[in-house]
């Protein structure tokens, strides 16, 4: 469906049925100004084998991962999700500003109560700003480890990209795999208080690849042609580690994050943490051979993880003997903590005229929030965390509880005690977050707490580290925006010092940004998307420890700043 275009011509998918230019849906006859697209995904139970075990996966379509969703910037797909799983799950476009339509951001008992088993739910996704990769996942428990996909965002029409057109584009997405049931996993550590099991290998589309038992023959393969080069959208949806990624002998160039793009960055390695995207170029300038594609974690946490590495193989066309032992990428240990800076450090918005920043220069709404691993006191020391107490997490020491109703019903029509609206602006407690802590910190409070912002404030959140529990860097993702990096550190954020550090010229645009280990990060935006907001942790386990709030952005003067009438068919709580 061309950009504009109103002609007559008939696409069926799924449930929906849709004409050139018109779409019909739920009774309603529309022209879209932009492309309109049509998907269905049907969640269910399928059979994999990996790590020479069979086991039963709840995936989307039947594949892990699941299905590419192509749009181009400003595109509107409708997505028709069916549930032929045993319990209910969500879905969640991450990455996708969503401009008013918090109906369609997906987390669960947060914008939307969860599909139930054998009902469907169409999720309006609208696109405006975003321009590269981004991704979708299931937003409820640990389903996204096996439900998830990429987001395709090409230019729009009549443009291009800020790069030299590539031979041909690649969908990587590293992700975890589990001999276990994830559900029943976080289920069993929910109940007992205890770590989760770590994941037993990782995998690049699907495939652990070497040098893991039962998959070397099965490890994925992208082949490329001499000379050429690549565009490879990878994707983090690992569940609780940060990755360093690279591919043997090759260079890689780094031109896009978060569906934004950044100044050219050429390495041998990245590091990406869980929910971030980045869009790199390859070229295929090496002898013609095997080569592996690798990634391993980082993490700088006492906690127990998976310490195994994932891989799959770049394979030249052409003819020559293939090698028996193909090189391997030389990629930093799991505790680099400067290797991780320097790539991280090295990020910049590209800020051109095509594709300009606008930073908030100007601040009227201060927000800072400590990022914590707590624990609450079991009776007799019961449960299964460290001193018998049950493993938990903080934002401001306020371990976040979800509701039965979620907050945007609750929001919007006005209902009480389903959430209190004092989500601190600044921490109940001021110690040295960094360094030596009292126990009035180790145990937080639990509660469901929402934040309110008047629409148009300029808003700055500094995330503050705390040395609390197990210290590590925690990815913060907030739905509903992307926002600017403008600063991180280690140590104490200072009111005085720290912002002369800040980059406000080109930071960059992202959804997802790490919080060093014992530091802090600082973010920007201007809250002109109205709704309910979903802010967590990344890491899964924090994220199901309480690693959560919810920020509000009220309406402004103007039905065109406030969020749009609730679609019809939302899920039911009951």
């Known amino acids: 469906m061309e950009k504009g275009s109103c002609s007559m011509g008939v696409k069926k998918m799924g449930l929906m049925l849709a004409f050139l230019g018109f779409l019909f849906f739920d ?37 892990w991962p699941g299905p590419t969703i192509h749009v181009r910037k400003g595109d509107t797909a409708f997505i028709n999700v069916h549930n032929d799983g045993d319990y209910g799950v969500t879905i969640h476009w991450h990455g996708v500003r969503q401009p008013r339509n918090p109906w369609s951001d997906g987390p669960e008992n947060i914008t939307q109560c969860p599909i139930k088993p054998g009902t469907n739910f169409t999720y309006e996704v609208i696109f405006s700003t975003e321009e590269g990769t981004l991704w979708w996942h299931a937003h409820s ?58 994941s037993d290998a990782y995998a690049i589309n699907g495939q652990p690849g070497f040098p893991n038992n039962c998959s070397n023959d099965t490890s994925f393969r992208l082949s490329v042609q001499p ?53 790199i170029l390859l070229t295929a300038n090496q002898a013609a051979s095997y080569y592996y594609i690798a990634a391993t974690p980082f993490f700088d946490s006492g906690a127990p993880f998976d310490s195994s590495n994932t891989s799959a193989i770049l394979e030249y066309t052409g003819t020559y003997t293939p090698p028996i032992s193909p090189p391997y990428p030389t990629l930093p240990n799991a505790t680099d903590k400067d290797a991780a800076d320097n790539f991280t450090t090295r990020i910049r918005s590209l800020a051109s005229p095509e594709h300009p920043v ?119 993702h907030l739905h509903g925006f992307s926002f600017y990096l403008v600063g991180t550190g280690y140590g104490n954020f200072d009111n005085v010092t720290s912002p002369k550090t800040f980059n406000l010229k080109d930071p960059p645009e992202v959804n997802t940004i790490g919080v060093p280990k014992n530091g802090w990060a600082v ?23 309480g690693m959560d709030t919810v920020l509000i952005v009220e309406n402004g003067p103007t039905n065109e700043t406030s969020i749009r009438p609730p679609p019809p068919n939302l899920p039911t709580c009951s």
Request: hydrophobic share 40%.
């Open 27 to 63: 009774g309603l006859l529309l022209c879209s100004a932009y492309n309109v697209h049509h998907y269905s995904f049907i969640l269910k139970e399928t059979n994999f084998t990996r790590l020479c075990t069979e086991k039963s996966m709840f995936t989307a379509d039947g594949k």
């Open 141 to 198: 428990d640990w389903s996204r480890a096996t439900i998830h996909g990429a987001i395709v965002i090409l230019p729009k029409l009549g443009t291009t990209y800020p790069f030299p057109e590539p031979y041909a584009e690649q969908v990587l997405i590293l992700a975890e795999w589990f001999n276990g049931d994830v559900k029943e996993l976080i289920d069993d550590a929910t109940e007992t208080g205890g770590d989760p099991t770590p």
């Open 227 to 279: 000379g050429k080069t690549y565009l490879l959208r990878l994707i983090n949806a690992v569940m609780n580690e940060e990755m360093f990624f690279g591919i043997a002998k090759h260079n890689i160039t780094v031109v896009a994050q978060d569906g934004a793009y950044i100044k050219p960055i050429s390495t041998s390695y990245i590091m990406i943490t869980p929910g971030q995207t980045m869009d």
């Open 358 to 476: 606008d930073i908030p220069q100007t601040i009227t709404k201060r927000i800072t929030i400590t990022v914590s691993v707590n624990q609450i006191l079991c009776a007799n020391a019961s449960c299964g965390g460290p001193d018998g107490n049950r493993l938990a997490a903080s934002l401001n020491n306020i371990s976040f509880s979800t509701p039965s109703i979620d907050f945007l019903q609750a929001y919007y029509g006005n209902l009480s005690s389903v959430f209190d609206r004092d989500f601190p602006d600044r921490p109940p407690y001021v110690f040295n977050f960094t360094g030596d802590v009292g126990n009035n910190t180790l145990y937080p409070s639990v509660g469901r707490k929402a934040h309110l912002i008047k629409y148009g404030e300029s808003v700055e959140i500094v995330f503050q580290g705390t040395n609390i529990g197990n210290a590590e860097n925690h990815p913060m």
């Open 523 to 545: 973010i920007r935006f201007v809250a002109d998307n109205p709704g309910v907001w979903f802010m967590h942790c990344h890491l899964e386990r924090h994220a199901s420890w």
